[in-house]
């Protein structure tokens, strides 16, 4: 080996040798409630597609259409010839489905944050993050060049004292600009945001507002647009952004806000003017997730996923956060009985990852369970079996 594979080589075995390394698995299926993996079906509980949009014959067929239509891909980026008739229609559908004046779509959730963010800001500015939010937003941040503040996770004291030290970095300098930026259901402990104590505390000392429903959007609220719209808060949201690619089955990522918002970013945004628009097919097929969710058939899958949580949390009768998140993190601390218990799951023909760090703290390694609206009531009995006679139990955070 040359030196630089050598180098590499010995980085991988330093991951090695903290349980650390990871390893990417062929999945030989669709990613629904069953995959399969290396010839053998496994019960799924891994995914993010709570609604079981990814595979819903609608938002399949809306794919499939606008494939044949417009093609495969989109040719340039949305500022050349790529901005096409499905992007457009997302668009505006977005800005409908969320009450917004306007939207604006990016290939990913991640280049959703890498654009806005440093769109927004610059090494004058402060940015204040909870602690746990998703890798995209710290990047999005730290590449902003803006001071960094984190405050301690959901925790609105710590909050407060961070906006009241930002204030006083603004007198005489009145120009600072300052955005607090949260998750509104967080992806990997699954807990909500106080957004209502946020959205006062960010009124009180004249900062702006980012949410992230990545993990929301589709779930919750009336409308099912989110946790904003299920705490009346979305008017005092100045930026909202969430995911197309987990609830809304497709792939993608959105801002919705003001048309002030969406134009400035669509001058400002990097990730938005470099980048190759996404492929029609996704954006039609987002549509058509979007569709389904606004229904009455989305308001029946909404309903189906928080029942079966329910009945996960009263049928392993483990005391787990009593929230009706899709997303229960089973937490068992060290690295290695992580992988042990999800190992023996895997053996057992049930899929759940095991996360660690550095997608979570040290010593926080967990099970992440993940519902959908597909899994029925005997999956998610057998989840629950299976966890009782478990070695590892969960323990308290
Ligand atoms: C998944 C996720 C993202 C990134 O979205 P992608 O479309 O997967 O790139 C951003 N924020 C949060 C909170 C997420 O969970």
Known sequence: ??????ELAR????????????????????????????GRELLNFSSNDYLGLATHPKVKAAAAEAAARYGAGSGASRLICGSLKPHHQLEEFLAAF???????VFSTGYATALGTIPALLSKDDIVVIDKLVHASIVDAAKLSG???????HNDTEDLEAILRWCDQQRTGTS???????????FSMDGDFAPLKQIVALK????AWLMVDEAHATGLFGEGRRGLCEHESVSDAVEIQ???????VGSAGG?????????????????SFIFSTAPPPSVSAAAQAGLEVIRSRDGAGLAATLHSRVAHFIQSSGFSLPPVMSPILPYIVGAESAALALAAKLLEQGVFVPAIRYPTVARNTARLRITFSAAHSVKDIEQLAHLLAGAEAQPKDK
């Open 254 to 270: 959105y801002i919705a806000g003001s048309r002030v918002l969406i134009d400035y970013l669509v001058n400002k945004a990097r």
């Open 241 to 247: 952004m969430g995911t197309l690619g987990k609830a």
């Open 98 to 104: 969320k009450g917004t004046e306007a939207a604006l």
């Open 175 to 185: 120009s600072i600009k300052i955005v607090v930026v949260t998750e509104s259901l």
């Open 146 to 152: 803006a001071k960094l503040r984190v405050f301690a």
């Open 11 to 38: 980085r991988l075995q330093a991951l090695e040798d903290a349980q650390l390394r990871r390893h990417v698995r062929e999945i030989g299926s669709s990613a629904g409630t069953r995959i399969v993996v290396e």
């Open 203 to 206: 009124e009180k000392y004249g």
């Open 1 to 6: 080996m040359r030196s630089f594979e050598q």
